[in-house]
């Protein structure tokens, strides 16, 4: 079972290293962890649903709760304390398009919004349902996940949009097949969830990010249904799957959906190299994506993320000789940890392995090996789960992350940090702040910083803890010329600067959409555009 108000399964959980709990301690000091609600006591909140009854639609408080909020921090703020304020009227799960066509039409009829819901891993406020007069059903799209045809000759693979990324992986790989698309909420996000929102995957170097993978399919709206064909090119007009990908579910619907798979790679590795500075480790990177070195991962972690991982991998006296060797080789305080991937037929692979290290070694890196390697792909899904223990020890734990040309990569990331780190500075609280670079390409790269702080004595100082935190580093990405995001979308949070990088008249064109679309407004209203 899922947990409702953490991340993940219940029986999953990642313990925190003592080494660990003592590096935060020290640099964030002990903090009182906050009192969690009961699913029983806020279950007990749910107001009686404004929706009548019909036999695709739950409207019990268990559904209800379980669809009100995502996997933002202030979504975890609202479950931990049961604040919750709004929760959506009911819940329906579709198992074909038809039932999804039915729901339109019964949300039509019933003056309702409907809210498209794929694993609800959103860290945006996607998924919340606002306050309203008219009332609010989700439409968890978690029973359309099943491989309805592959096509072996074009390598078109059509699945129902709920599928997750253990639906999708294991139905094609029981062909020899892989998307290779990888967010770190693989476990539960969705084929539809990443297309709304443009997502990245791990490997998307090698495989691209979502929208490289997404050919073409259904998406049905209140206006009848948009249909894609899944051309390899074409040069009929502006791409048609460009309006869809990042609808973030104000446009409607997508029910089915063709993605371009790949062959297994009959070989793939991981491995890890030490950098004495983050400049040697952003050139290597640099020079590699612009070789067009085919690897299909890559990412540079800075030098207070790097002390980070080591610290959180418990095996102290292992670290410790790692380090003592690395500082032989010149990469003690400061280095850097460059993580890299390949993943494709043995002879790619090694042709890449020789181009990619030939790179790095000039660069200064040093190879520690293939086992930090193995326990990266080993662990990497299972970082979030990190989320919860750090809960239950007081710190909160957020995300962002942007993308820039690389004549400006560096001075972003130091200035969202600096950001940060000051955020707080007025009521004398310190923030743990680290970043990376993952997601590259020729032209530049994407950023993503980690942040935690400790929480505060309620839960609504926490919230204006994060706010503060949140305006601050998204300021600084927008003074700085980055996107206000890489790969996690708008919603609600990042709404606000999205006007600064579309301008007015590309917000007025995607309102335009939305009416032509959603002409009485019924689908995910707030989100996205006001
Ligand atoms: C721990 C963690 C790690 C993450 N790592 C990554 C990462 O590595 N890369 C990345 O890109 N993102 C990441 N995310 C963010 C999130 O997982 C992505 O935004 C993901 O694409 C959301 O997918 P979902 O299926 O959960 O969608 P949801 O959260 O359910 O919905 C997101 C949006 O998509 C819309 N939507 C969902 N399904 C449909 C549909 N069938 N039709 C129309 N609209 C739809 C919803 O209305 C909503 O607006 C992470 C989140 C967490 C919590």
């Known amino acids: 079972m899922r947990r409702w108000n953490g991340w993940g399964d219940e029986t999953v959980s990642f313990p925190l290293p003592a080494d660990a709990l003592l590096f935060l301690e ?36 268990g559904d209800r709760v379980r669809h009100a909020r995502g996997q933002s921090l202030p979504d975890w703020l609202a479950l931990r304390s049961g604040n919750i304020g ?3 009227d009911g819940v329906a799960y579709p198992v074909s398009p038809a039932q999804v066509r039915a729901l339109l039409a019964y949300a039509k009829e019933q003056q309702a919004v409907l809210i498209p ?60 097949y892989t998307l290779g698309h990888y967010p770190q909420s693989f476990e539960f996000s969705t084929l539809g969830g990443w297309i709304a929102t443009r997502s990245s995957g791990q490997q998307s170097l090698g495989y691209g990010r979502i929208e490289r993978l997404f050919a073409g399919g259904t998406m049905e ?30 446009f409607g619907i997508l029910t089915e959906v063709k993605m371009r798979a790949s062959s297994m790679p009959p070989k793939e590795s991981f491995r890890v190299f030490f950098f004495p500075h983050w ?10 994506v612009q070789a067009g070195i085919p690897l299909s991962m890559l990412r540079l972690s800075n030098a207070l993320e790097t002390e980070t991982h080591l610290a959180l991998a418990g095996h102290r006296r292992a670290v410790h000789l790692l380090e003592r060797w690395l500082a032989f080789r010149g ?28 790179v790095l070694r000039e660069e200064e890196g040093t190879p520690a090996g293939t086992m930090l390697g193995r326990k990266w792909m080993q662990n990497r899904f299972r970082a979030p789960y ?14 962002l992350e942007s993308a820039i040309n690389w004549d400006r990569v560096s001075q972003l990331v130091e200035s969202v940090e600096a950001a940060l780190m000051t955020a707080l500075a007025g009521e004398g609280e310190r923030v743990l702040v680290f970043s990376h670079l993952s997601h590259l390409y020729p032209q530049g790269s994407s950023m993503y910083t980690t942040y935690l702080f400790p929480v505060a004595g309620s839960y609504e100082e926490t919230f204006s ?23 996690h979308g708008v919603g609600i949070d990042h709404a606000p600067y999205l006007v600064s990088e579309k301008g007015p008249l590309g917000i007025s064109s995607i309102k335009v959409l939305c009416d032509q679309f959603d002409p009485d407004g019924i689908m995910n209203p707030g989100k996205l555009v006001a």
């Open 117 to 176: 819901y794929g694993g609800g891993t959103s860290v945006v406020g996607h998924i919340n349902p606002q306050v309203m007069d008219r009332p609010i059903l989700t439409i968890d799209m978690s029973r359309m996940n099943r491989l309805l045809d592959l096509d072996h000759e074009s390598h078109i693979a059509v699945f129902g949009a709920g599928a997750s990324g253990p639906d999708v992986e294991s139905q094609l790989r029981a062909h020899g």
């Open 331 to 358: 990469a003690a305080t400061g280095k850097c940890m460059v993580t890299m991937g390949i993943s494709g037929t043995r002879k790619l692979h090694q042709t890449a392995l020789k181009e990619a290290v030939r």
């Open 279 to 288: 400049n040697n480790g952003t050139r290597a990177l640099r020079r590699i």
């Open 86 to 88: 709004v929760f959506p």
């Open 386 to 399: 990190l989320r919860n223990s750090l809960w239950t020890k007081g710190y909160c734990v957020d995300t």
């Open 465 to 487: 803890r994060w706010q503060r935190l949140k305006k601050a580093a998204s300021e600084s990405i927008v003074e700085g010329g980055g996107t206000i995001t890489h790969h």
């Open 221 to 250: 709206t209140p206006s009848g249904p948009l249909k894609i064909h899944d051309f390899p090119a074409s040069a009929a007009g502006p791409d048609l799957r460009e309006l869809v990908l990042g609808s973030e579910g104000r």
């Open 26 to 61: 020290k640099r964030l000091g002990k903090p009182s962890p906050l009192p969690d609600a009961s699913f029983t006591d806020v279950m007990e909140l749910v107001p009686s649903s404004r929706l009548p009854d019909h036999p695709l639609v739950a409207r019990t408080p």
